[in-house]
């Protein structure tokens, strides 16, 4: 009857989505392309029989990069379809795979779109990242007898408080996932009360640790460095949102005070924030350019504004320390594993309940500052900028603390064997 009701629902509300679409795309221009993706309609050759793996967010696509990757060198003949729901996810998934993965938008939990996707995709197993639990999918890929993993399961006390009043409907969902590949103990236990079995679940760990910087990124990072900043200090504030900028860019406009050659790096979130980030830089009456333009940041430029795709990890590279944003704002914030990875210092604000169990394990081992303000900020910054060995002690520890947990890639792809044709060797 729940199920019933919620279909009804989404179908009544199309409407607002394609309003809500509409408005979105006067920022983000993509918004408003490839509606016929999101009902199961698609004017490019989709090769079934393979792999789907959907990730909703950014954050989710760059975690699932590894496994990706580890998937196409053990099943090279297998077509390994990606989806996302929005363009960025899309932006970052072309940019990491090319043409080595298919890649279409998931379309919205309504059945006859799901039929149509699923007619034309036909895995042969499915994979979603954390926690997306589709009703229709879900009972649509239980009909078809297609394994469902939710890889990299994570289940906030939040969630599963929402999920639980929904009773007996959450139970049926439950039981139809083949397997649940939890990041820890306690997201496997909230699957467990939502109605999980114990052999559904398994404990993993997260895959964001299993991220690496190749030594190809390393080189590019260290040739951007050398043209943008060989003698300068450089900060980088990524994936900052609304609220944020002005926070960081007050604490820059502190920080040039003292030391007045620091450069800074801006990425915002989300591209369509990119002219709102460039138009409060020059507000701030601050020497700028921005990433697309190509230029190289001269003597007297103080702020460089990332506006390109796909290149944070290469940026985290250059510089000497991080702020990680979505944490200042209540956001939850976003991977504070990206820039630990490069051994540089992460600081982040109090609101980072996306990676608690990451950023608790960051903090015990003295891999992660937190700040509440511009004001705190501005210290912390001082004292990462006047101290060398200072810096070294929290990058050193923040990627230590990402080595010891890696292995979660090793782990779900041994649990992934039996739904799989058998590996090449």
Known sequence: ????????????????????????????????????????????????G????????????????PLVRALRHSHPSLPITVTTMTPTGSERVLSAFGDDVQHVYLPYDLPDALNRFLDRVDPRLVLIM???????????LHRRQIPLVIANARLSERSAKGYAKLGRFVRTLMRRITLIAAQNEEDGERFIQLGAKRSQLAI???????????????????TLRRQWAPH??????????????????????????????LLLILVPRHPERFPDAIDLVREAGLSFITRS????????????????????????GIADMAFVGGSLVERGGHNPLEPAAHAIPVLMGPHIFNFKDICARLEQANGLITVTDATSLVKEMSSLLSDEDYRSYYGRHAVEVLYQNQGALQRLLQLLDPYLPTRMH
């Open 130 to 140: 954390e926690t997306e639990l589709w009703p229709n999918l879900i009972s649509a």
């Open 50 to 65: 393979g792999i789907m793996l959907h990730s909703v967010s950014v954050g989710e696509t760059l975690a699932a990069i």
């Open 1 to 48: 009857m729940l199920q019933l009701l919620y279909t009804t629902l989404l179908y009544l509300i199309q409407p607002l989505i394609w309003i809500r679409l509409w408005l979105r795309g006067r920022k983000a221009p993509a918004y408003r392309k490839r509606w016929g993706e999101r009902y199961g309609f698609y004017n490019k050759e989709l090769k079934g």
């Open 204 to 222: 993993t760990g997260s895959l964001k640790f299993d991220i690496s910087v190749t030594p190809q990124m390393a080189a590019r990072s260290v």
């Open 232 to 261: 300068r200090p450089v900060w980088i504030a990524a994936s900052t949102h609304e609220g944020e900028e002005s926070i960081i860019v007050a604490a820059h406009q502190q920080l040039l005070k003292q030391y007045p050659n």
């Open 293 to 316: 333009s190509g230029e190289v940041p001269s003597g007297s430029t103080q702020v460089v504004i990332g506006d390109s795709m796909g290149e944070l990890m290469l940026l985290y």
